[in-house]
Nanobody
Framework: QVQLVESGGGLVQAGGSLRLSCAAS????????MGWFRQAPGKEREFVAT????????YYADSVKGRFTISRDNAKNTMYLQMNSLKPEDTAVYYC????????????????WGQGTQVTVSS
């Protein structure tokens, strides 16, 4: 069992930047694909980005492509989401997730989830 803990959320003005971190403990982090998802009030959880176990493959939602960058440091058991040019519509609780398999955008295929971190972008 892997435990995931997100951090780095907060309040930022539109156009600003934040970097989220997801620290993993427990089983070997480097064997698994990882992803970031978000959920705004009254909306379903949506895919943001995913990264392969090695970090060589990344995929993004169209809404964040070119603004967000997903990365991982397997030596530190940590995944990151660098968020630039933030918009009010990026406001949500951001979750990291782990999958015992290859990358996918479907949240139902992820096996472990963190507790989430709030990101609020003011206009």
């Amino acid at each position: 069992q892997v435990q995931l803990v997100e951090s780095g959320g907060g309040l930022v003005q539109a156009g600003g930047s934040l970097r989220l971190s997801c620290a993993a403990s427990g089983r070997t982090f480097s064997s698994y694909a990882m992803g970031w998802f978000r959920q705004a009030p009254g909306k379903e959880r949506e895919f943001v980005a995913t990264i392969s176990w090695s970090g060589s493959r990344t995929y993004y939602a169209d809404s964040v492509k070119g603004r967000f960058t997903i990365s991982r440091d397997n030596a530190k058991n940590t995944m990151y989401l660098q968020m630039n040019s933030l918009k009010p519509e990026d406001t949500a609780v951001y979750y990291c997730a782990l999958r015992y398999g290859s990358t996918t955008q479907a949240p139902e295929y992820y096996n472990q989830w963190g507790q989430g971190t709030q990101v609020t972008v003011s206009s």
